[in-house]
């Protein structure tokens, strides 16, 4: 299977919005993707509403003109196939609707449903293939079911009837868009089987796509993960399950729902905020406002390409340092930097700097934890990286950390020796500034026992959760002052704001000390 | 639904999980009294905080108990919202419709209740079309608490969510539960989903409730070979094996198979099974079973 039969190469499909009487907006459905199907692979597209996983699956059949990148079919451009050649890929692409229930139609007998594209595409021995059909698809007898109407059939069997439709053209390729998640859970298993073997019969390539990693852990070769038009994380699905380098599907496969008899015990993780529209993607990572591992400064400020991480695996994210191109370099470094202020505050330098905090010369970093990181020991799986980060104990041990806490790990390939893991609050916890608080007094003091010269912060609850920055700047100013005049072997606390707005609420805070 | 029997404490949750067509819905508007014209035969009795609302005239269970003591979450009531009101106002409605409430006083109480369920206060003065998914089933979730009642039916609250949002809204309810002692009877068709709300745990199939226990023990040991079906038919993340499926289709209700209703697509039916329809046999503490393979135990 290493002949892509279908490649995209840098696609983006951009449409135009509406937005009152004269204004319109772009919406970035797909941004940017590439991505190879190979030949007889089942491929899952696995993301949420909103994510373009349809219309890369439209772009896939040929139903959508890409606004920018090309579609390779069997090495050639879809969309500048001849007419002859256009009709042939049209008949050896075929799609499965996400409905059964409006996407055939009443009127018609199964029989007159699965012969339609027969009759379209000028095939003979039409009846032979339409019951050969849908016996291929277990609709047994198929001369009964053949003359049965839809509405006699039960959502699974529809499905069934949908595939044969496509099935009966001898496709290379279909094209399942969420085929089973209209249909009752106890005949899921027995749609997804019937792909799973017809691929295996038929020699078919399939693009799965669906919102439910749980089913793609089962019936795919690999995962493609989508998040607001890019495709984010990508590789066997085994592995992809079992150590997964993204946040996002790290948190994707946190919040599935496992049926267990202790779960009243657990916390079901779940991704915090709503899913983005395409409409404003987030600056930097798309995914950083959502994501429990984000770090100011540089999240927010950095787009992390999808980079190669190890043999079969790719992930766009900047957490995982090395492989090809993903160093993380600031692409939009802030404009206008402000010149560092400092304050000595008992005999200790307080200082602020705008910028990168990665970049900083200092013993230890303060990364702003989270407590939606709570996902409790072993749920999270791992995101491993030789030289990164070993985030899975991270996770686990953040897990284990109150909100207000901090956890102190050696910072792998960063400049500075340590990281430490504040676990700040999420608006609407209650308590959130005595939280705020005892996470900033917490990581000082984790540093002080580690012999720590130097740290330094970011804004641990702005960015990501709406925390109010005023409010922010104000508690973490007086609790860094209020602990330097204490006894400290600490000499040097940095605040290292990204943007120039931050920088100034900060500074006017420290103004006041 | 033919001859269910349950019970519910308060501030405990109860899941009714099974296939659609299997009566999960029809017992939760039976609860509430919403069940169709063309209800031929309701029979039995429905006993709320030791009254028994089933002998109220309709007209006293509409003023007194319905959304007052039992309020209920309709399957897609997300969609439901009246798009030309605003969300608040649609929030407040049952305190001002019958509730007697001031205005002001009614919109204080509708925004504590919208804020209970983790919405910000501006979503009070916006149209459903500005809200998210998510956002329309927490305020469908608040339409159902504001008059503060003992117990919320949620029929598949979360079945047209992404799964991010699925785990709000079951965190939510979780917290709900815990923090105001809410009891809940949850129908779904997601036994994990339910696994992480629910202390009970009712498995129905046919109109029938075929196993009912403590969530724990109905997941651990589950005694019905339709639930043990069933969980084989979840896909699982943690597990290397295959879902399954149940082969065959529900049956038809209007004319049910003889004796137990499951026997068709059971694996391991004996003679006893087509015959005579089986009674709910215990099988640990609190946990029962109507299958004719636990009668000698």
């Known amino acids: 299977m290493m002949e892509p039969l279908l490649e995209f190469r840098d696609v983006k499909m951009y449409f135009r919005a509406r937005k009152g009487l004269l204004r319109t907006t772009l919406v970035k459905a797909v941004d940017g993707v590439s991505l190879a199907i190979y030949r007889g692979e089942m491929l899952a597209l696995v993301g949420e509403s909103g994510s373009g996983k349809t219309t890369l699956g439209r772009l896939a059949l040929g139903l959508l003109r890409p606004t920018s990148g090309t579609i390779l079919f069997d090495g050639k451009d879809i969309s500048r196939m001849g007419r002859g050649e256009h009709s042939s890929f049209r008949r050896r692409c075929q799609a499965i609707f996400q409905d059964p229930y409006s996407s055939l139609n009443p009127f018609m007998t199964v029989g007159e449903i699965v012969e339609e594209p027969l009759i379209i595409h000028g095939l003979g021995d039409r009846r032979r293939r339409v019951l050969q059909a849908l016996e291929d698809v277990g609709l047994k007898p198929p001369e009964e079911f053949s003359r049965k109407h839809v509405f006699n059939l039960s959502g699974g069997q529809r499905q069934r009837v949908a595939i044969a439709r496509a099935l009966a053209l001898q496709p290379d390729f279909i094209v399942a868009d969420e085929p089973v998640s209209m249909i009752d859970a106890s005949s899921r298993a027995e749609v997804l089987l019937l792909l799973h073997r017809l691929r295996r019969e038929h020699g078919i390539t399939l693009l799965y796509i669906t919102h439910d990693i749980a089913t793609a852990r089962h019936f795919s070769d690999r995962i493609a993960v989508m998040y607001l038009g890019r495709v984010v994380e990508l590789g066997p699905t085994e592995s992809v399950i079992e150590r997964p380098m993204h946040p996002y599907t790290l948190s994707l496969i946190a919040a599935v729902p496992e049926p267990r008899p202790d779960n009243l015990q657990r916390d079901l993780y779940a991704i915090p905020g709503e899913p983005p529209s395409a409409e404003s993607i987030p600056p930097g990572c798309r995914f950083h406002p959502r994501c429990p591992f984000y770090i100011n400064a540089l999240c927010n400020a950095v787009d992390p390409p999808l980079a190669r991480l190890d043999g079969h695996r790719q992930a766009a994210c900047l957490l995982h340092e090395g492989g090809e191109g993903t160093h993380p370099k600031t692409n939009n470094p802030p404009t206008t930097h402000h010149p560092p202020v400092r304050r000595l505050i008992g005999g200790r330098v307080l200082e602020l700097v705008q910028g990168d905090i990665t970049e900083l010369e200092v013993d230890a970093i303060v990364n702003a934890a989270n407590s939606s990181l709570k996902m409790g020991g072993g749920v999270a799986g791992a995101i491993l990286r030789k030289g990164g980060w070993k985030i899975q104990e991270e996770c686990d041990r953040i897990g284990h950390c109150p909100v207000g806490g901090a956890v102190i790990t050696s910072a792998g390939r960063l400049k500075a020796k340590y990281v430490i893991h504040a676990v700040g609050p999420r608006l609407g916890e209650g308590d959130e500034d005595e939280k705020l608080r005892s996470a900033t007094i917490s990581s000082l003091r984790l540093a002080d026992e580690h012999g720590v010269r130097s740290i330094a912060f970011p804004a641990i609850s702005t960015g990501a959760f709406g925390f109010p920055k005023d409010r922010c700047a104000r508690i973490m100013t007086s609790a860094v002052a209020e602990y330097l005049r204490g006894s400290t072997g600490l000499e040097r606390v940095v605040f290292c704001l990204y943007d120039r707005e931050t920088f100034e609420v900060f500074a006017r805070e420290v103004g006041r000390l | ?297």
């Open chain 2, 1 to 297: 639904m033919d001859g269910v029997t349950l019970s519910l404490d308060r501030g405990e949750a109860l899941a009714i999980v099974g296939e659609s067509g299997c009566g999960k819905t029809s017992l939760g508007l039976g609860l509430m009294r919403l069940l169709p014209r063309n209800t031929a035969l309701f029979s039995g009795r429905i006993v709320l905080d030791g009254v028994e609302v089933s002998k109220l005239p309709s007209e006293e269970f509409r003023r007194t108990v319905r959304w007052r003591k039992i309020s209920m979450v309709f399957q897609g009531s997300m969609h439901s919202l009246n798009p030309v009101l605003r969300v608040g106002y649609q929030v407040a409605e049952p305190l001002l419709a019958g509730g007697g409430v001031e205005p002001s006083e009614a919109r204080r109480r509708a925004m504590g209740v919208m804020r209970m369920v983790g919405l910000p206060q501006e979503v009070y003065d916006r149209y459903p079309h500005e809200l998210s998914g998510g956002m329309k089933q927490r305020v469908a979730i608040a339409m159902a608490l504001v008059l503060d009642p003992l117990l919320v039916i949620l029929d598949e609250p979360t079945s047209a969510l992404d799964v991010s949002i699925q785990a709000q809204i079951v965190r939510l309810l979780r917290r709900l539960k815990v923090e105001r002692g809410l009891s809940m009877i949850f129908i779904t068709h997601d036994i994990g989903l339910a696994s992480y709300l629910c202390d009970k745990m009712g498995v129905m199939y046919a109109g029938e409730i075929v196993e009912l226990g403590p969530t724990r023990d109905v997941l651990a040991s589950p005694a019905h070979p339709y639930t043990q079906k069933l969980l084989g038919s979840a896909p699982r993340l943690g597990s290397p094996l295959p879902p399954e499926f149940i082969p065959g289709s529900p049956p038809d209700l209007v004319h049910p198979p003889p004796g137990c209703r499951f026997h068709p697509r059971c694996p391991y039916t004996f003679e006893a099974c087509s015959r005579t329809s089986p009674a709910a046999l215990p099988i640990g503490p609190g946990h029962r079973a109507r299958c004719h393979l636990h009668a000698g135990a």
